[in-house]
């Protein structure tokens, strides 16, 4: 009969150094970090909102920590909520643990105020054409929006890019070379939790190669606008000569997108700026571009 959450009783620790811990120790670590591509490789949310948007997507909870109340409130907020009953319902459930303040800043490395932490394992990385091919039918109403990224390599960057990307409805993120790991936990705090439901993939190919992958795009209909400060084409200018599907593309903060990417683009925009200003950071850049392209 599968397990359903309501019936689970967390179980308390009070040894930091219990190994049933492990998933979520050493947080703020540079080496032994459990959210590492190259150690664990796991998925970690913090706190009372991004927990359930864990355990809504697609990545399998193993664990989750956290002080009494805190374990106690995410359990009746989602008692009756069918959208997380899946994880609750697989053969192999999350283990939930409660502890104390001490005992869990003792093992995650700083003090969690959020007092509520959930670990998951990460799936297959999609495809690009994966990504698309499975993105709900639009009616020719409504706008395709999609971002792509190059050299992000700030994951607070990222994570904010995610959050403004769910708010103003863009259907896919997709990364061209040398953008972070979207699945780093910084990433999946600043985004609000939203990288764990938004679908995203990277583009094959090296930091001077990936970008031959952008007629892929143009093949399926989708305007590349490169945001730049450096042309006199508008944003509103580039929005108005695209057609409804949009794919605006942004580059790392400070050196912002490559030659190569941008010759590969349909057109490059910029945002008209105040004198004495010339950019913005490139989470509030994309967001003006996923509004303009509404």
Wanted: proline share 6%; net charge negative; glycine share 8%.
């Amino acid at each position: 009969m599968p397990t359903s959450h309501r019936t689970i009783e967390p179980i308390s620790i009070t040894d930091p150094d219990d190994p049933r811990l492990d998933d979520v120790r050493n947080l703020n670590s540079s080496d032994s970090r459990p959210d590492s591509r190259d150690g664990k490789g796991l998925v970690i949310a913090e706190g009372n909102l991004v927990v359930p948007r864990l355990f809504a997507s697609p990545y399998p909870v193993r664990t989750v920590v956290g002080f009494e109340g805190k374990v106690a409130e995410f359990l009746d907020a989602t008692a009756s909520d069918p959208v997380t009953q899946h994880q609750w319902c697989r053969d192999n459930p999350p283990r939930v643990y409660q502890v104390t303040r001490d005992v869990l800043k003792q093992v995650v490395g700083f003090d969690m105020h959020r007092g509520l932490v959930a670990a998951a394992d990460r799936i297959a990385e999609r495809t690009v054409e994966g990504v698309l091919d499975g993105l709900p039918e639009l009616d020719d109403s409504q706008p395709d929006i999609i971002a792509v990224l190059e050299g992000v390599g700030d994951h607070e960057n990222l994570g904010a890019l995610f959050r403004n990307a769910a708010g103003l409805g863009v259907r896919a993120v997709l990364f061209g070379a040398a953008t972070a790991d979207p699945l780093y936990r910084r990433s999946v705090r600043v985004s609000m939790g939203h990288v764990l439901r938004i679908p995203h993939a990277k583009f094959p190919g090296t930091t001077t190669t990936w970008q031959r992958d952008l007629a892929w795009l143009q093949d399926r209909g989708y305007s590349v606008i490169a945001m730049t400060p450096n042309t006199e084409t508008t944003l509103q200018e580039a929005i108005s000569q695209a057609g409804r599907k949009v794919a605006i593309m942004v580059g790392a903060e400070g050196p912002g997108l490559t030659e190569h990417a941008m010759r590969a683009a349909d057109s490059r925009a910029k945002i008209p700026m105040s004198e004495g200003t010339d950019s913005l950071n490139v989470a509030t850049s994309a967001a003006i571009g996923f509004y303009a392209a509404q």
